[in-house]
T-cell receptor
């Protein structure tokens, strides 16, 4: 099925460990995004990539890095995980300017840092 | 900081009733979108309304936009138990070409059978 695929779905890390969250879309979208969702906070933008080859910081980029590997894939890396990064992470994609269809979201990665 | 604020935070109704959720935002927008999130799942795009539109319909959904008051409402008519979910408004600010969205905190809707 066409859409956005995120891996893994669940992860438990110890403080200080690193990991990479993977995201791939097969809709030929130009733009991709990483959000985190915390109770009572809604979704907050971490990083985005307007098009292949570009990345920019969002609202809460500290502690994260991203790589737009190609048009399909956009990964999020935690270099040294902290308990404050316990959250649900969502990847999304859209056509440039999302004139009509809005974002397509993945099913999320639930990350716990202990 | 969040651009959109939804009201109410939680809404509980009976099947067959209408559900109305409101969203207020702070800065000028290019468009406003509504999303649904079922428990433990990703968000699903419901409807988009542009800043030059005042009302839009899609099935049982009706969205209004008042740019002078910087507010929008989502009406779900004849609610069903399957409509139970969290609903988020999201705004795209004007003047950008890459479609970055800012989300509100959401309204939790519970529809009782």
């Amino acid at each position: 099925n066409a859409g956005v695929t995120q891996t893994p779905k669940f992860q438990v890390l110890k403080t200080g460990q690193s990991m990479t969250l993977q995201c791939a879309q097969d809709m030929n979208h130009n733009s991709m995004y990483w959000y985190r969702q915390d109770p009572g906070m809604g979704l907050r933008l971490i990083y985005y990539s307007a098009s292949e080859g570009t990345t920019d910081k969002g609202e809460v980029p500290n502690g994260y890095n991203v790589s737009r590997l190609n048009k399909r894939e956009f990964s999020l890396r935690l270099e040294s995980a902290a308990p404050s990064q316990t959250s649900v992470y969502f990847c999304a994609s859209s056509d440039l300017g999302q004139r009509t269809y809005g974002y397509t979201f993945g099913s999320g990665t639930r990350l716990t840092v202990v | 900081s969040q651009q959109g604020e939804e009201d109410p935070q939680a809404l509980s109704i009976q099947e067959g009733e209408n559900a109305t959720m409101n969203c207020s935002y702070k800065t000028s927008i290019n468009n406003l979108q509504w999303y649904r999130q079922n428990s433990g799942r990703g968000l699903v795009h419901l409807i988009l309304i542009r800043s030059n539109e005042r009302e839009k319909h899609s099935g049982r959904l009706r969205v209004t936009l008042d740019t002078s008051k910087k507010s929008s409402s989502l009406l779900i008519t004849a609610s069903r138990a399957a409509d139970t979910a969290s609903y988020f408004c999201a705004t795209r600010s004007g003047g950008t070409s890459y479609g970055k969205l800012t989300f509100g905190q959401g309204t939790i809707l519970t529809v009782h059978p």
